[in-house]
Antibody, heavy 119, light 107 residues
Framework: EVQLVESGGGLVQPGRSLRLSCAAS????????MHWVRQAPGKGLVWVSR????????SYADSVKGRFAISRDNAENTLYLQMNSLRVDDTAVYYC????????????WGQGTMLTVSS | DIEMTQSPSSLSASVGDRVTITCQAS??????LNWYQQKPGKAPKLLIY???NLETGVPSRFGGSGSGTDFTFTISSLQPEDLATYYC?????????FGGGTKVEIK
């Protein structure tokens, strides 16, 4: 059974940093493109970032470019999102997701971790 | 960015009804479109990929069609457990973008 478990969310002040983690099991983690998707309270889904299987290629939404960094540790089957210069509008549930091997869809999702940015 | 416009934003239907949701892309995206279901308080779940392919394990009452800019998602016979918000998502270009969602309620 595929499991993605996010952690690291919490309450943080504007301008501070935080790192999210996503621990994967039940898959050969190093085969998958991995993504972060977020959802502000009561709002829709927004793609944040992606990383290729070996971690050498990354992409970001404009809203987080230059502030967030996605990375992965394939030995530890873990995905990360380093978030710097946090803003109030970064407040959201952050989901990690796998990109399907046979399709370009988010075929497995974690349960999400809540980040609240507030003074 | 490719804008995805879903309609309606919400609907209410009875058990057994046929439900249709549309998604329009601001640019031609071939069939690079996926549909997700998000139940209250839960993570999204993939239902349909490549516009019309049913994800393994998903009930056959769910379906998708379309290509280019106009897409349709259908629930052929609405069930109580289908209470959820449904999202389309394009993967033609970065940034990957989602529609605004359609909240489906049961009458």
């Amino acid at each position: 059974e595929v499991q993605l478990v996010e952690s690291g969310g919490g309450l943080v002040q504007p301008g501070r940093s935080l790192r999210l983690s996503c621990a994967a099991s039940g898959i050969t983690f190093s085969d998958y493109w991995m993504h972060w998707v977020r959802q502000a309270p009561g709002k829709g889904l927004v793609w944040v970032s992606r990383v290729n299987p070996d971690g050498s290629f990354t992409s970001y939404a404009d809203s987080v470019k230059g502030r967030f960094a996605i990375s992965r540790d394939n030995a530890e089957n873990t995905l990360y999102l380093q978030m710097n210069s946090l803003r109030v509008d970064d407040t959201a549930v952050y989901y990690c997701a796998t990109e399907g091997l046979g399709n370009d869809a988010f075929d497995n999702w974690g349960q999400g971790t809540m980040l609240t940015v507030s003074s | 960015d490719i804008e995805m416009t879903q309609s309606p934003s919400s609907l209410s239907a009875s058990v057994g009804d046929r439900v249709t949701i549309t998604c329009q892309a601001s640019l031609h995206i071939n069939n690079y479109l996926n549909w997700y279901q998000q139940k209250p308080g839960k993570a999204p779940k993939l239902l349909i990929y490549d516009a019309s392919n049913l994800e393994t394990g998903v009930p056959s009452r769910f379906g998708g069609s379309g290509s280019g800019t106009d897409f349709t998602f259908t629930i052929s016979s609405l069930q109580p457990e289908d209470l959820a918000t449904y999202y389309c998502q394009q993967y033609k270009d970065l940034p990957l973008t989602f529609g605004g969602g359609t909240k489906v309620e049961i009458k």
